[in-house]
């Protein structure tokens, strides 16, 4: 594979980078463009050089694939490779089209001119995996567009457009249309003019009073950084940059990235990231299958799910008709959905102009046969099977042949709900998570005979809304809830051994939920998991519950939607206040089970809940109901808050070591309901024999 084309235009050549998609800068691509700046060095015909990208970036950056590999440091490396650019004696320009992110921006900057179009996304984005950039970034980007602004774009890793930076040393020329004639265009008139090449390494930082400024924006950072390491070694490296010369400070950037890399932080943040790719690969649905068409979409249930649903997709341009059994129940659905988007516009973050268009693509209807003509209907109606089944025998005989029928259920079995049809190829789970609107999970359920074009038809729905697609197979709860259900009981069961609400969702909080389990349980409101706990009592009658949550229940504490539940609430504020009733509740629990209540340690308490993660994640794996130990994590970083410095509970079981989780589990199970600690068959395996979750080949 050629992985640069080389051409020539007159005196100038071009080095036309090709490695699709983003043209990353993996061994392959590095060796080319060195051997083109050789080729072109030799050749007495070439007074300038042109580096280019194609298709639609200039160059998306290193290729994280080979982090942690030999490849990442084979020569050319990238240092050695902007060291061979910049030091060319014939001027070398960067025709900046599309994006240049990470290594492809370091690239330009090696380079001694930048033209870019005006649309082109510039940014160093190395944080957002819990690095640095490591080839320039933070010692070249300081010299060209200042040390304020590049301070800024290091330590957001968000992209800004050559429009904003045009005015800066980065950039020599910018264009509306393609920068590749305009970089040509630039190089004659360098050549012809006798422009000498200019090295970002040369260039002088001014900065008056750059200590006080460094450290002012250390205390700004290190608040908001908590447990991501970055951002104050991104600090440290412009710091550098300012204080230091050009060689020494790359020393120090090398030092830092290598600390980084090798950070349990950045290794977490990595394995997310290629986490969320794979789970976009179902294996037996190839690339290539047929998608049925959606351009039209009906939502049953204007209620909170319902309306959230509407709004993905009147979001990315699809019309929505949602149905509603009443007027009343229809009208005011469709109030909170213009709510919704009149606190955005509010916001500043959505025009007048697509606020109005939003709104307009959701209709509304009390009328099944107003949604004949839909390529996809999806049901959010009570969880209930028998409710279920009325939605999907009336869908079944007004929706057109070939739309693609859709539950949001978030628990019960899709295959009978698709048997509820005459169509069950063309039914499948969509279960959105609340808010829906704004989460961005979305568990594809796949039910025994969903067809395959439906299958890939909505993993690209999910990625047309803006959504992380995880595919599931059929089982109580699917991945997500099946889970949840071991986290709350388990949670629910030290209240009876010892611990209070509050301590437990700050010891959560601690390690880097966003939340503690009772503070979401009074978000989405306690009777959700009294209804489940109710389903679960009678298919389970030998499994062991505490009895704090139902008494909890039974009171009418639902959580902040009533002013109380694990908490109270005051009117207004969403603030949790622990209740003394709660206490009391916990305690008298306690002593009708005959338990002396001991003390919990934090550690403790994050154990027993990952660990309950970690054993039904496992059996969840060897059932198949996961396709890969990824997509477990994938679910639990995008739609439950799990810290994703932590990389999801999977990856951190193999951070722990599987043999230190089993021992940890069979000393729990000595303790207060043993039958919860039987360890998964698969769990047992990888431990035995030294493997991990991610090398299982699951």
């Known amino acids: 594979m050629a992985f640069a084309d080389y051409t020539s235009h007159g005196a100038v050549a071009v080095i036309t980078l090709k490695n699709p998609p983003v043209n990353a800068l993996g061994l392959g691509l590095r060796t080319a463009i060195a051997d083109g700046m050789e080729r072109a060095s030799n050749d007495t015909s070439i007074a300038a050089v042109v580096i280019a990208g194609s298709g639609s970036a200039f160059c998306g950056g290193a290729d994280v694939g080979e982090f942690g590999s030999s490849a990442l440091t084979a020569s050319p490396s990238l240092t050695d490779l902007f060291t061979q650019i910049e030091s060319s004696p014939k001027p070398v320009i960067a025709a900046l089209n599309g994006l240049a992110l990470g290594g492809g921006l370091e690239l330009a900057m090696a380079c001694h001119y930048r033209v870019a179009t005006a649309k082109v996304q510039l940014g160093l984005p190395e944080v957002k995996l819990g690095l640095l950039p490591g080839a320039g970034g933070t010692q070249r980007l300081p010299r ?111 030092t830092l990235f290598i600390e980084l890399l090798n950070s349990s932080e950045s290794q977490a943040l990595r394995h997310a990231f290629f986490a969320m790719r794979a789970a976009a690969k179902i294996p037996d649905v190839p690339s290539s299958t047929p998608l049925r068409t959606v351009k039209s979409v009906a939502v049953i249930g204007a209620g909170t799910m319902g309306g959230g649903i509407a709004m993905n997709f009147a979001n990315a341009g699809i019309p929505v008709t949602v149905l509603e059994t009443t007027q009343a129940a229809l009208d005011k659905g469709l109030a909170t959905v213009k709510r919704n988007y009149e606190n955005t516009l509010k916001k500043g973050r959505l025009t007048e102009e697509e606020f109005d268009k939003r709104v307009k693509r959701i209709s509304g209807t009390l009328s099944y046969d107003d949604l004949k003509n839909a390529d996809l209907v999806i049901e959010a109606v009570f969880e209930d099977m028998q409710v279920k089944k009325q939605v999907f025998e009336k869908l079944d005989q007004v929706a057109k042949s070939g739309a693609i029928l859709a539950s949001n259920t978030s628990t019960l079995d899709l295959n009978k709900i698709a048997n509820f049809t005459r169509r069950p190829q063309d039914v499948i789970g969509l279960h959105f998570f609340s808010p829906a609107n704004v989460s961005k999970l979305l568990e594809i359920v796949r039910g025994e005979k969903s067809a395959k074009d439906v299958v890939a038809t909505s993993m690209a729905v999910s990625k047309q809304i803006k959504k992380v697609g995880v595919m599931s197979g059929v089982c109580d709860g699917f991945i997500g809830n099946r889970m949840m259900n071991s986290y709350f009981r388990q949670m629910e069961l030290l209240l009876d051994v010892g611990a209070l609400p509050q301590q437990i969702d700050q010891a959560m909080e601690k390690f880097g939920f966003a939340m503690g389990p009772f503070r979401v349980s009074d978000l989405a409101g306690n009777d959700i998991l009294w209804y489940i706990r109710k389903r679960l009592y009678i298919e389970y009658p030998d499994r062991v519950f505490s009895k704090s949550p139902d008494r909890v229940c039974e009171l009418g504490r639902f959580g902040q939607k009533t002013g109380a539940g694990w908490y109270d609430y005051k009117a207004g504020d969403r603030t949790a206040h622990p209740s003394d009733l709660v206490t009391q509740i916990v305690l008298e629990e306690s002593a009708k089970l005959g338990i002396t209540r001991r003390k919990i340690s934090d550690q403790e308490i994050v154990q027993r809940a990952l660990y309950a993660l970690i054993n039904e994640g496992a059996r969840i794996l060897q059932e198949g109901i996961a396709l890969r130990a990824s997509d477990i994590d994938v679910v639990y970083l995008t739609g439950y808050g799990f810290p994703d410095f932590r990389g999801g509970p999977l990856f951190y079981a193999d951070t722990v070591g599987l043999p230190n989780v089993l021992r940890t589990m069979r000393e729990f199970a000595k303790g207060y309901t043993p039958d919860a600690w039987e360890p998964a068959p698969l769990l047992t395996q990888l431990a035995s024999e030294g493997k991990t979750f991610s090398n299982s080949g699951k």
């Not at 890793?157 to 265009?185: F, M, Q, Y």
């Open 144 to 254: 060209l567009v200042g040390v304020e602004r590049s301070l800024n774009m290091i330590v957001s890793g968000t992209p800004v457009s050559a429009r904003e930076l045009e005015n800066t040393a980065l950039l020599d020329s910018v264009v509306e249309g393609d920068a590749l004639p305009a970089a040509i265009a630039f190089a004659e008139r360098v050549v012809a003019e006798r422009m000498p090449p200019k090295k970002a390494r040369d260039l002088k930082i001014k900065l008056e009073n750059a200590e006080a400024f460094l450290d002012f924006a250390r205390g700004a950072v290190a608040p908001l950084a908590k447990n991501y390491p970055a951002p104050l070694k991104c600090i440290e490296a412009i710091e550098a940059a300012v204080l230091k010369p050009f060689d020494e400070g790359m020393k120090t950037e090398g």
